[in-house]
Antibody, heavy 122, light 110 residues
């Protein structure tokens, strides 16, 4: 059974960079049609797609976050990472990593990590 | 303001049936498959329905999905108190070049 686990600081200061890593276990990170994704959920609010990365390094970012987001993948460690710079209080959220199955018209997040709360505060 | 529109809340009695709508446009639902997610309190979302109407292994057949044009619907029959959760629809938007979700619907089983 595929498992995903987020890790990283739970507290980030305003204007600094939020950095998270997702470790994938129980399966390969290099499969066709699978994209490794970050999704966030501010407290009491809905889900927001941040971006997705293919094992080859191809990335897709949310237009609203594109200028501040960088994602990377390390296939040897079966990990992928998120960096979000110049954070503000509005970036406070639970951050989830997930595996996206994306082929032709099909688009679904099959596996999710448990989520990690990141608070932006001085 | 979410790209996909869902009712904020729905409610029904145990044993009854409920439907949750998800409205979009030709750039998202109209040209892509829809998926649905259940988020129980304090937990990560879980995939309920993919490709409009398919259930992953282990998901009860009390859950069903459908799509017509630019709208999709999640149906839940034989409601149980354990179904109380937030439900989200999601898909890809080809115009925005972005994954999109509905704002979520809170289901209350009275």
């Amino acid at each position: 059974q595929l498992q995903l686990q987020e890790s990283g600081p739970g507290l980030v200061k305003p204007s600094e960079t939020l950095s998270l890593t997702c470790t994938v276990s129980g399966g390969s990170i290099s499969g066709n049609s699978y994209y490794w994704t970050w999704i966030r959920q501010p407290p009491g609010k809905g889900l927001e797609w941040i971006g997705s990365i293919y094992y080859s390094g191809t990335t897709y970012y949310s237009p609203s976050l594109k200028s501040r987001v960088t994602m990377s993948v390390d296939t040897s460690r079966t990990q992928f990472s998120l960096k979000l710079n110049s954070v503000t209080a509005a970036d406070t959220a639970v951050y989830y990593c997930a595996r996206l199955r994306w082929e032709l018209l099909s688009y679904s997040f099959e596996y999710w990590g448990q989520g990690t709360l990141v608070t932006v505060s001085s | 303001q979410s790209v996909l529109t869902q009712p904020p809340s729905v409610s029904a009695a145990p044993g009854q049936k409920v439907t949750i709508s998800c409205s979009g446009s030709s750039s998202n639902i109209g040209n892509n498959y829809v998926s649905w997610y259940q988020q129980l309190p304090g937990t990560a979302p879980k995939l309920l329905i993919y490709d409009n109407n398919k259930r992953p292994s282990g998901i009860s057949d009390r859950f069903s999905g459908s799509k017509s044009g630019t709208s999709a619907t999640l149906g839940i029959t034989g409601l149980q108190t354990g179904d109380e959760a937030d439900y989200y629809c999601g898909t890809w938007d080809g115009s925005l070049n972005s994954g999109v979700f509905g704002g979520g619907t809170k289901l209350t089983v009275l």
